[in-house]
């Protein structure tokens, strides 16, 4: 049975997840306005591995006999002013996720739960892949500019990303 302290603090992090994957959505959204389909659809699959990342806690909480309670979905940001804007503010969003990550780490920790540090050791290594994608292509983005050929060549390459279902392990 899970405790009630880790159960809240799941809940919550259920709703950071799918914050994450509602303003990944339309971080893909401003990216298509803009034409760059290719980025967008990179975002896209971000936003079924935000989706995974819900449905991991949601399992774990069920798993461990209890309840599951959903709360509201913040509206995300609708416009930015460039695909390096979009960028950054998923670095920045991805080290906010981090913290919550080690915060609920440093609970589990506090309260001798063993079984949720086993599964939140998932997310700490998922967490420095996460952070190290947005920075790398924030850093890109920067580097060539909001136009020309090169931005056009990173859009195709971004647009490469396919979703890869998670293993029969459940990771
Ligand atoms: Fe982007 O890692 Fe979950 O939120």
Known sequence: MINEKIRKAFNEQINHELFSAYLYYSMAAYLHSIGLDGMAQWMHVQVLEEMLHAQKFFDHIVERDGKVELEAIEKPQLEWISALEVFQA?????????????????????????????????????????????????????????????????????????????QATGE
């Not at 309260?111 to 939140?120: F, K, P, R």
């Not at 924030?138 to 056009?152: D, F, H, S, W, Y």
């Open 90 to 166: 998923a670095y920045k969003h991805e080290q906010f996720i981090s913290g919550r990550i080690n915060d609920l780490m440093k609970l589990s920790r506090e309260e001798n739960d063993y079984a949720s540090q086993g599964m939140l050791q998932w997310f700490v290594d998922e967490q420095v892949e996460e952070e190290s994608s947005t920075s790398k292509i924030a850093r890109q983005l920067e580097l060539i500019g909001e136009t020309g050929n090169a931005l056009l060549m990173l859009d195709k390459e971004l647009g490469a990303r396919a979703y890869k279902p998670p």
